[in-house]
């Protein structure tokens, strides 16, 4: 069973920053893409950024691409995202989902990520 568990969420101005971390427990796959989505109330939830190591690939968002930055720690199994330049429209639930396949032009689909965790909030004010 693996657990990932968010952490790093919060409440900021516009134009802050703010680091959000995932930590995936017993996922020992070394073919995986480890992702990040968001929700906003009301709205369905997207896809913000995913890294892969097979293959070797990084994919960000239109909608964040710039401001947002995602990375990851193979041997700490952590993936992090860099939010800077943070703006209203970015509140919402932050998910990390980690995943055994690279879905291409999809990536941002869900059913190819099989691992979901709680959530951490993102509040940004204007």
């Known amino acids: 069973q693996v657990q990932l568990v968010e952490s790093g969420g919060g409440s900021v101005q516009a134009g802050g920053s703010l680091r959000l971390s995932c930590a995936a427990a017993?996922?020992?796959?070394?073919?995986?893409?480890m992702g990040w989505f968001r929700q906003a109330p009301g709205k369905t939830r997207e896809g913000i950024a995913t890294?892969?190591?097979?293959?070797?690939?990084?994919v960000t968002a239109d909608s964040v691409k710039g401001r947002f930055a995602i990375s990851r720690d193979n041997i700490e199994n952590t993936v992090y995202l860099q939010m800077n330049s943070l703006k209203p429209e970015d509140t919402g639930m932050y998910y990390c989902a980690a995943g055994n396949s690279y879905g291409g032009p999809n990536w941002d689909r869900e059913e190819y990520y099989n691992y979901w965790g709680q959530g951490t909030q993102v509040t940004v004010s204007s």
């Open positions: 890294i892969c190591t097979l293959p070797r690939i990084t």
């Open positions: 017993r996922y020992t796959s070394s073919k995986n893409c």
